[in-house]
């Protein structure tokens, strides 16, 4: 099973608030990616990472941000969250390379009321 | 634009079937095909993948065919059993790429009836 953790499992907030979704991975992965999952839907990206202090745009524009500044941690940031943000947020992580194995996280189903 | 095109959106088998999942890429550039599986709150897991310099590959009950001239790559799960009940996805990933970025197919989700 992949050592990747993602806090909260479950988030209902109000319109306007910031929050703060975290990613941790314990395999020393230096690519890290966030995709945005609507039910029954398939996975978008909506950002990655090469390693520490470098962070990409996916191909979904998302109004979120990420950090990266430690190997293990890849938090998504929203500012004001709107009812249009309400989705399932997934983290994954992977060794260098173009076609490594993306191990994924169990997401954070997000609801923005 | 949808690069990978997968089908069908659900497939129920009974116990001892054979589920197939289609996909059909559009993007050439495209070595790299994994599949992809989820089940309910759970994130997605690699299943099996194929490079285009094969047409087959097999893993246990899992198959991945592969025709490279018709840009279709499909899952053959043998022998289904209720608990493969889950939601599958096809990605492709493009040659040369150093993100490892993935394109994903809308996925299936496939019921197992015992």
Redesign the interface.
């Known amino acids: 099973e992949?050592d990747?953790y993602q806090t909260p499992r479950y988030l209902v907030i109000g319109t306007g608030k910031k929050i703060t979704l975290e990613c941790s991975q314990t395999m020393g992965h230096d690519?890290m990616?966030w995709y945005q999952q609507d039910p029954?839907?398939?996975?978008?990206?909506i950002h990655?990472s090469?390693g520490v202090n470098s962070t990409?745009k996916?191909?979904l524009s998302s109004e979120s941000t990420v950090s990266r500044i430690r190997t293990e941690h890849f938090p998504l940031t929203l500012e004001s969250a709107r009812p249009s943000h309400t989705s399932q947020y997934?983290?994954?992580s992977?060794r260098a390379?173009?076609?490594?194995?993306?191990?994924?996280?169990?997401?954070t189903r997000l609801l923005v009321l | 634009q949808q690069q990978v095109k997968q089908s069908p959106q659900s497939l129920i088998v009974q116990k001892g079937g054979i589920s197939i999942i289609n996909c059909a890429y559009e993007n050439t550039a495209f070595d790299y095909f994994p599949w992809y599986q989820q089940f309910p709150g759970k994130g997605p897991a690699l299943l099996i993948a194929i490079r285009p310099d094969v047409s087959e590959k097999k893993e246990g009950r899992f198959t991945i065919s592969f025709n490279k001239s018709a840009k279709q790559f499909s899952l053959h799960i043998m022998d289904s059993q209720p608990g493969d009940s889950a939601t599958y996805f096809c990605a492709a990933s493009r040659r040369l790429s150093n993100t490892g970025k993935l394109i994903f197919g809308q996925g299936t989700t496939l019921q197992v009836k015992p």
């Open positions: 992949a990747i690519k990616y029954g839907m398939e996975l978008h990206l990655y090469y990409e996916g191909d997934l983290c994954a992977s390379g173009g076609k490594e194995t993306q191990y994924f996280g169990p997401g």
